[in-house]
């Protein structure tokens, strides 16, 4: 282990340069070729087999899927495929899509332009979670090194596109077969384990109004002021949701230890294109984590119902009602079993590197492990660096706990092909 730590402290200058490349592509949605391209040459070096994975177009058809935001034509996973399938087989997972910049002027450093600052590197993308594919490089780099022949077993490396948003990526290649034993997705957890996350749904409401112009503004209807009484019902869903899962009135026992699991989210509004104009229409785009127990669908009603009932009093809203649709994540709630040995597996790795278990946690987000749990029966966990301000100004991941990770996920890799998978 200490020739493996050594290795790896040598080799993370290497890592480093990789992550930033990967960080200065701007992999958004629809713009994942330039990063993805830069994983595909690093796994050609380690001798996998890569293949392009192009996404059907009819995934969103799916019942497990996200609803499409964009066409797939010519946009793909990398799937990387080494060894044989004699032995244990695992899955690694990431997603290579970065959630956009927002108002890039209210970063200190550009943030395509990765910048290393008192140990921390800065950029869109850096902690969620292109660090994580630069620690799983640089176990996989140093286990080459100073363990040739450790893999025992046949590995994957999948490149998803879209976790953000839908996580049709993952659910593709899962549905193409690139599925094994287990998987561990390389997701910035802080060095925990992630177990589980809620069930969520993505809605888009656009509420239509009496355009006109500002100085004969009460012959009109602004449906930005339409908004305000909508987004009242959604914070109140929001609190009724919440109070319920304290209560222990419809509770998931699993999240427990997490105070506000469902946030309703108001991602997006948009209205007009002149001051002195009122607006024709206003659309919102709301993020909505719910307890398990409802289905994406009932989510949906109850979310028009609160809608509805939210402009009943309204003369023009009554007579032209929003309009709501799904436009991205059905996500179904996930929890891995904690006893799995996967998880202990994992946490032994953990300890070896820093003296303690790790934490076992679930947040009231998701990630892409529900779908080998739920839809490939796999045990799913995922394990990253430490990071700050993921999807917000100046995101940053702590550069030595890449190398933490790394140390933790080569002692997992040996130890998991190192076992009897009978």
């Not at 991941?397 to 080569?410: F, K, M, P, Y």
Request: proline share 5%; hydrophobic share 45%.
């Amino acid at each position: 282990m200490q020739d493996l730590d050594a290795a790896i402290t040598e080799l993370f200058p290497r890592a480093l340069d990789v992550l930033k490349r990967l960080v200065s592509n701007e992999s958004t949605l629809g713009n994942e070729h330039g990063a993805q391209e830069v994983l595909a040459v690093e796994l050609e070096k380690l001798a996998f087999g890569v293949t392009r994975f192009e996404i059907p177009e009819t995934i969103g058809n799916d019942p497990a899927a996200g609803v499409p935001r964009q066409s797939y034509a010519g946009r793909y996973d990398i799937v990387g495929q080494r060894g044989t399938a004699d032995g244990p087989t695992l899955v690694i997972n990431g997603h290579m899509d970065v959630v956009p910049a927002d108002d890039e002027s209210r970063w200190t450093h550009p943030p395509f332009g990765p910048v290393v600052v008192d140990g921390w590197l800065f950029g869109r993308g850096a902690g969620d979670m292109k660090a994580g594919f630069a620690a799983g490089l640089l176990a996989l780099w140093a286990l080459d090194r100073v363990m040739p022949g450790w893999q025992a077993g046949n590995l994957t490396f999948v490149a998803a596109i879209e976790e953000e948003s839908t996580g049709n990526g993952t659910l593709a290649a899962g549905r193409a077969g690139y599925t094994g034993d287990a998987a561990l997705l390389l997701e910035p957890t802080d060095l925990e384990i992630l177990l589980g996350g809620i069930s969520l749904i993505w809605v888009a409401i656009e509420i239509d109004g009496l355009a006109g112009h500002a100085e004969a503004a009460l012959n009109s209807v602004n449906p930005i002021l339409g908004a305000v009484p909508i987004i009242e019902a959604l914070t109140r869903m929001q609190s009724e949701m919440n109070a319920a899962h304290a209560g222990g009135d419809g509770a998931d026992s699993a999240f427990v230890d997490v105070v506000h699991p469902y946030n309703v989210n108001v991602g997006k509004l948009h209205a007009g294109d002149w001051a002195s104009s009122v607006p024709s229409v206003a659309r919102l785009e709301v993020r909505v984590g719910h307890p398990a127990n409802w289905s994406s669908d009932e989510a949906f009603a109850r979310v028009k119902a609160a809608v509805a009932n939210a402009v009943e009093n309204d003369e023009w809203l009554r007579v032209h009602p929003p309009r709501l649709t799904l436009t991205g994540y059905r996500a179904e709630r996930y929890m891995q079993d904690p006893d799995a040995d996967l998880v202990t597996r994992l946490g032994d790795a953990h300890a070896s590197v820093h003296g303690e278990q790790p934490a076992r946690i679930a947040i009231g987000s998701t990630t892409d492990a529900r779908f080998y749990l739920n839809q490939f029966g796999m045990p799913a966990v995922a394990y990253g660096p430490k990071t700050r301000n993921m999807h917000g100004t100046d995101e940053s991941v702590e550069l030595q706990s890449i190398i933490d990770c790394a140390r933790t996920v080569a002692r997992f890799l040996a130890s998991w092909y190192a076992r009897d998978p009978s």
